[in-house]
C-alpha cells in the first residue's frame, strides 16, 4: 500500500508565510510527477504547482513569484514553500503523486492523493 501524508498547513496572517510537506510511505519504486492542488469552499479544485521527477516545475499564474515546489528524491517527499500569502489563498491543499510501487507480485503506476490540510489566510 502506498500513502501520501501532508503536513504543516495551519492559520497565517496575511503576509506570512507556510511550508507544506507530502511524503509517500509504502514500497515506492520510483516518484513520476508530484504536485499540490486546493480547493477553497463552494470553488473546484485548482492546480497550484507541480513539479517533474527532473525538476520541472509549472505554477498557476496566482502563486507565481510566491509559492516553490520542490522535492527530496531521497525522501520521497514534495514541499510547497508558500510566502506572501493572501487571503484568497485559503483552502484545503492536496498533495497529489503520480507513482509506481511494487505490490508483491509486479509493478502498478497510479495516482494517489494526501488526505488534505487546511491553508487559512487571515486578513
Known amino acids: 500500500q502506498v500513502q501520501l501524508v501532508e503536513s504543516g498547513g495551519g492559520l497565517v496572517q496575511a503576509g506570512g508565510s507556510l511550508r507544506l510537506s507530502c511524503a509517500a510511505s509504502?514500497?515506492?519504486?520510483?516518484?513520476?510527477?508530484m504536485g499540490w492542488y486546493r480547493q477553497a469552499p463552494g470553488k473546484q479544485r485548482e492546480l497550484v504547482a507541480t513539479?517533474?521527477?527532473?525538476?520541472?516545475?509549472n505554477y498557476a499564474d496566482s502563486v507565481k513569484g510566491r509559492f516553490t515546489i520542490s522535492r527530496d528524491n531521497a525522501k520521497n517527499t514534495v514541499y510547497l514553500q508558500m510566502n506572501s500569502l493572501k487571503p484568497e489563498d485559503t483552502a484545503v491543499y492536496s498533495c497529489n503523486a503520480d507513482l509506481t510501487y511494487y505490490n508483491g507480485a509486479y509493478y502498478v503506476t497510479n495516482d494517489y492523493w494526501g488526505q488534505g490540510t487546511q491553508v487559512t489566510v487571515s486578513s
Open positions: 513539479i517533474t521527477s527532473t525538476g520541472r516545475t
Open positions: 509504502g514500497s515506492v519504486f520510483r516518484i513520476n510527477a
